[in-house]
């Protein structure tokens, strides 16, 4: 859609700086310093899910995950017309980004992800011989 905010930052000589907002396909925002290439190359980065509340962060390059760990965004503020956020609530295992393949979802299929463990779980269902399924919290 054309009408949706891509890009929330601010601009010196035509470059983004400081703290911006990339949005990304699926309503998930990348955060932190990005590059002249508008990607986000930092240490400090995070990809924030569509609630704006789950978040992984860590190490990003070239607007890929290298390095991270789940975590609850707990604060913000806005600071020269751009909110700020702080994630302080980290927990998990340390993730990388990898592409789906046609054989592969995941590096870790059996691992749950943070933002559907907060909105669906997988449990019997109580239709007599419908097996297991996923529900809404």
Request: hydrophobic content about 35%; charged content about 30%; proline content about 4%.
């Amino acid at each position: 859609d054309e009408r949706v905010i891509r890009f929330v930052g601010r601009y010196k000589d035509g470059l983004p700086v400081g703290n911006c907002w990339l949005r990304k396909k699926g309503g998930g925002f990348l955060y932190g310093e990005m590059d002249s290439d508008w990607l986000l190359n930092s240490d400090n980065g995070a990809f924030i899910y569509p609630d704006f509340t789950t978040a992984y962060t860590g190490s990003f390059a070239a607007g890929m995950l290298v390095s991270g760990r789940a975590g609850l965004v707990d604060a913000w503020e806005v600071v020269e017309d751009i909110m700020k956020i702080k994630i302080t609530k980290v927990w998990g295992p340390e993730r990388s980004y990898r592409e789906a393949t046609d054989l592969s979802l995941s590096s870790h299929p059996l691992e749950g992800d943070p933002y559907e463990d907060r909105w669906v779980e997988c449990k019997e269902s109580s239709v007599a011989g419908g097996g297991e399924g996923v529900f809404a919290r």
